[in-house]
């Protein structure tokens, strides 16, 4: 094959992108470039030569926003992008990113920057489809779980327990998370995560909640059926959950939904 035939393809270019949630919040930067100079992006660009996503994530954001951190992959979006009025593929590598309270200092690239709450951000004024992809897929995944509301819950389940929102938007990223909202408010979760053993596909129920303030209204079982629901969908064959003895209320509900005792001594190790 020659050169000039290698040329025509539109083989996509690998680019990545960061999302950095702050609070409910995502961090955002106008363009002080072409194309799309004057636009709202999310910080990131494209791959060198050789380079693994996750390294080109890593030098992006020191390039740009002079912080470090270690990129949780999300997924890959296809699009387009723009060099000199000519059009090519990309593939978009998007990462899950926490700088924590580094200081952000642009390196030109950008003119300026802004934490905007998820919810509320504008999809169709962000640069790059690819982008804007991966915005939407954010916003479906993340937003609805602030932060404090989820630790009170957590608190109520186990008072030693710590929750940060980083934990958070992982576990969504690694399971399935079902929330029950009462007036706009927060009152109950669970997650569930399928994990494949030697023997069978099976998945975990945990961090199953119900506020205090609004048990005995059935929310607990509402959550529970529909973690069942997600675990049929994907073909789980047996699902497994823990439950303090002490949680009286908690043990009949699971019983009363099919789960069985399993005489299995369950030990834990921390590390």
């Known amino acids: 094959m020659s050169e000039c035939e290698s040329c025509k393809f539109n083989n996509p270019k690998g680019t990545v992108t960061a999302l950095i949630i702050r609070d409910g919040e995502l961090l955002i930067l106008k363009r002080n470039q072409e194309p ?3 636009s709202w992006d999310l ?12 390294q080109a994530m890593r030098r992006e954001l020191k390039e740009e926003l002079g912080v470090t951190a270690l990129p949780i992959p999300v997924r890959a979006f296809p699009g387009e992008a723009e ?3 000519q059009k090519h593929a990309v593939l978009n590598h998007v990462f899950l990113v926490d700088i924590g309270e580094q200081v952000i200092s642009l390196d030109g690239e950008n003119s300026d920057y802004r934490f905007t709450p998820l919810a509320d951000i504008d999809v169709t004024k962000v640069a790059f489809d690819s982008n804007r992809a991966a915005l939407e897929f954010a916003k479906r995944k993340f937003s609805g ?37 009462r007036n706009g408010e927060l009152v109950g979760m669970g997650w569930i995560f399928v994990r494949q053993t030697l023997l069978r596909k099976q998945a975990v129920i945990e961090d199953m909640i119900v506020d205090e303030r609004c048990r005995g209204r059935g929310i607990g079982r509402e959550i529970l059926q529909e973690l069942i629901r997600w675990a049929k969908k994907a073909g789980v064959e047996v699902i497994e959950l823990t439950s303090g003895s002490h949680r ?24």
Do not use: C
């Not at 630790?151 to 992982?170: A, F, H, I």
């Not at 509900?253 to 299995?264: D, M, Q, V």
């Open 248 to 271: 009286v209320v908690a043990n009949q509900l699971y019983k009363s939904a099919g789960f069985k005792l399993h005489p299995t001594n369950h030990y834990l190790l921390k590390l």
């Open 36 to 38: 799309h100079r004057g």
């Open 83 to 85: 060099w000199k009025g």
């Open 145 to 181: 779980f602030p932060a404090e509301p989820v630790k009170q819950l957590v608190w109520q389940l186990d008072p030693s327990g710590t929750v940060n929102e980083q934990s958070v938007y992982r576990a969504i990223l690694n399971g399935h998370v079902v929330k029950a909202e």
């Open 43 to 54: 910080p990131g660009g494209y791959m060198q030569a050789f380079e693994e996503p996750e």
